[in-house]
Every structure is written in structure tokens, then in C-alpha cells.
């Protein structure tokens, strides 16, 4: 039977989670699943706040010593046996913990909802993304064209504010500009610029996307924001129809997220000397 402590904690460990992803931030959700006590019982940590406990202070510890290696990691969730990362802990070697990343879902606005635009909102949302299309053109944003009722249609009075209204704070969000143009490019562009978005790409030609950054440069753009814009857009796959080109697009988005390199694994191997023989 819980204790009235046990539920306190649960309570706020509750409104912890639901402030953490209010507030766009990363914590971790720790869970006893396998032990001899406690089996059930909750760490959560974020930052320098612990909420909770796992029945024993030198498991606490230990736990909170390895949270910052499994945010590193950027997996969603992991089950780690405690004989691997505290084996001192001989109390706990059979016991097992559930890591869990607690952040908001991952975000995709889309500034354009012709070929490409429409075929990024699609492969996102099997991805998992929360999607967001906007177009100043009423009827390129229709559930005719968009039936997936996850994917948010935002009609354009005005792309600045639609953007930056729908961007919000930036965190957890990518944005990726496909407009019909270099003028609703910019305009965009200017948009993101105030937000701060965790990554933005740019379609188009070298050229296209060059004329784009010097005008918002010579605006007074900073160059570190400017840095971090993508251009051309996604990952070399050889694309060529708007599917494949969403495709490569997303998997770029996907490597930003998860820290990878966006190499051929095969690649990779060899060049670390493994894959021979």
C-alpha cells in the first residue's frame, strides 16, 4: 500500500513533467521496473532539482551521476541494469531502471505547402513530428490536400506573423522553408530569425539561398543565427522527385535531433576499421 509520502511525490513529480514540457526544457523519468523493493518507484531529474527516490540514497545517487550521459545520448528511452553503471552497488545488482527523456515532442513547421512542402508534412508525421504547414495561398492549405488530421493548416494573412506566431519560443522546433519564392523566403526568414528555432533549413539553389542571407545580413541579421541556417536543404541522397527531396530533408532534421553524422553506416565502419574480413 503507497504511502501518503509516496503519493506526494507522485503528485509533484506529475507537475513537474507537465511544467517541463510547458516550459520546452529536457528532464529524465527514472522507474524502477525489476528489483527486489520498490519496484515501481521514481526518480525525476532535471538539472539540479531530484524529485523522488528509488528507495535508497546510494541508488539516487548513482542515478543522478548517469542522467547526464542518457541525455547526452539523445535516446528517448533506455532500460539499463544497475551492475553496469554502479556496480559497487552490490544491493542492487539485479535491479533494472526505465530512463525516460521527458521534453516536448518534436515540432516541424513548414513555410510552403506546394510539392515539396506537402511531402515533408507527410513524412513527418509518420516520423512522429508534431506538423505545422503554412501558406498565404487558402487553398493550398486544405484537408483536400493535407486529409492527416494531425497536420495543423495555417491559412497566411501575413507570413511574418504567421510564422513567428506559429514558431513561438523555438524549442523543439525545426523549420524548413519551401516557399514559392525569394520575397516569401526572406520574409520567413526574418520571422525565424526572432525565434531562435533548434534548426532551419533553406530550399533551393546555392544561388537562391545566398541572395537570401546577404539581404538579411545587410538588415542587421546576426551572423551566428545566420550560421546555423541550412543551405541547400537536407542530406546528399541523390534526390530528385519532392518525395525523396522530403525524405533527405527529414533526415537531416532526424541527425540534428539525435546528434548523428548523417553518413553511410557502412562508411563509417570501415573508416573506424571495422566491416573487413
Same mark, same amino acid.
Request: aromatic share 4%; proline share 2%; with cysteine.
Given at each position: 500500500?503507497?504511502?501518503?509520502?509516496?503519493?506526494?511525490?507522485?503528485?509533484?513529480?506529475?507537475?513537474?513533467?507537465?511544467?517541463?514540457?510547458?516550459?520546452?526544457?529536457?528532464?529524465?523519468?527514472?522507474?524502477?521496473?525489476?528489483g527486489?523493493?520498490?519496484?515501481?518507484?521514481?526518480?525525476?531529474?532535471?538539472?539540479?532539482?531530484v524529485?523522488?527516490?528509488l528507495?535508497?540514497?546510494?541508488?539516487?545517487?548513482?542515478?543522478?551521476?548517469?542522467?547526464?550521459?542518457?541525455?547526452?545520448?539523445r535516446?528517448?528511452?533506455?532500460?539499463?541494469?544497475?551492475?553496469?553503471?554502479?556496480?559497487?552497488?552490490?544491493?542492487?545488482?539485479?535491479?533494472?531502471?526505465?530512463?525516460?527523456?521527458?521534453?516536448?515532442?518534436?515540432?516541424?513547421?513548414?513555410?510552403?505547402?506546394g510539392?515539396?512542402?506537402?511531402?515533408?508534412?507527410?513524412?513527418?508525421?509518420?516520423?512522429?513530428?508534431?506538423?505545422?504547414?503554412?501558406?498565404?495561398?487558402?487553398?493550398?492549405?486544405?484537408?483536400?490536400?493535407f486529409?492527416?488530421p494531425?497536420?495543423?493548416?495555417?491559412?497566411?494573412?501575413?507570413?511574418?506573423e504567421?510564422v513567428?506566431?506559429?514558431?513561438?519560443?523555438?524549442?523543439?522546433?525545426?523549420?524548413?522553408i519551401?516557399?514559392?519564392?525569394?520575397?516569401?523566403?526572406?520574409?520567413c526568414?526574418?520571422?525565424?530569425?526572432?525565434?531562435? &528555432?533548434?534548426?532551419?533549413?533553406? %530550399?533551393?539553389? $546555392?544561388? @537562391?539561398?545566398? /541572395?537570401? +542571407? =546577404?539581404?538579411?545580413?545587410? &538588415?542587421?541579421?546576426?551572423?551566428? %543565427?545566420?550560421d $546555423?541556417? @541550412?543551405?541547400? /536543404?537536407? +542530406? =546528399?541522397i541523390?534526390?530528385?522527385?519532392?518525395?525523396?527531396?522530403a525524405?533527405?530533408?527529414?533526415?537531416?532534421?532526424?541527425?540534428?535531433?539525435r546528434?548523428?553524422?548523417?553518413?553511410?553506416?557502412s562508411?563509417?565502419?570501415?573508416?573506424?576499421?571495422?566491416?573487413?574480413?
Open positions: 500500500m503507497s504511502s501518503a509520502n509516496d503519493r506526494s511525490h507522485s503528485t509533484e513529480i506529475a507537475e513537474r513533467i507537465t511544467r517541463t514540457i510547458s516550459n520546452g526544457t529536457i528532464a529524465t523519468l527514472v522507474t524502477l521496473i525489476q527486489e523493493t520498490n519496484v515501481g518507484a521514481k526518480l525525476f531529474v532535471e538539472q539540479d532539482r524529485l523522488g527516490s528507495g535508497s540514497a546510494e541508488l539516487n545517487q548513482a542515478v543522478v551521476s548517469r542522467v547526464p550521459s542518457f541525455v547526452e545520448g535516446d528517448d528511452m533506455a532500460v539499463l541494469n544497475v551492475r553496469d553503471f554502479a556496480p559497487a552497488l552490490g544491493d542492487f545488482a539485479g535491479a533494472q531502471l526505465l530512463f525516460e527523456r521527458i521534453q516536448r515532442e518534436p515540432r516541424l513547421v513548414i513555410c510552403g505547402a510539392h515539396v512542402g506537402a511531402a515533408l508534412a507527410n513524412v513527418a508525421s509518420l516520423l512522429g513530428y508534431q506538423s505545422t504547414v503554412i501558406d498565404d495561398r487558402q487553398e493550398f492549405v486544405t484537408r483536400q490536400r486529409p492527416d494531425h497536420i495543423k493548416l495555417v491559412a497566411a494573412a501575413d507570413w511574418f504567421a513567428r506566431e506559429v514558431v513561438s519560443d523555438g524549442l523543439g522546433v525545426s523549420v524548413v519551401v516557399t514559392r519564392g525569394h520575397s516569401e523566403d526572406e520574409v526568414m526574418r520571422a525565424v530569425m526572432t525565434n531562435g &528555432a533548434d534548426y532551419i533549413g533553406l %530550399i533551393g539553389s $546555392k544561388r @537562391r539561398i545566398r /541572395i537570401v +542571407l =546577404d539581404r538579411l545580413r545587410e &538588415a542587421g541579421a546576426q551572423a551566428e %543565427i545566420l $546555423k541556417v @541550412r543551405g541547400p /536543404i537536407g +542530406l =546528399d541523390g534526390a530528385v522527385t519532392p518525395e525523396e527531396v525524405l533527405a530533408i527529414m533526415a537531416e532534421i532526424v541527425a540534428v535531433r546528434g548523428g553524422e548523417g553518413g553511410s553506416l562508411k563509417l565502419k570501415k573508416g573506424k576499421g571495422e566491416g573487413k574480413g
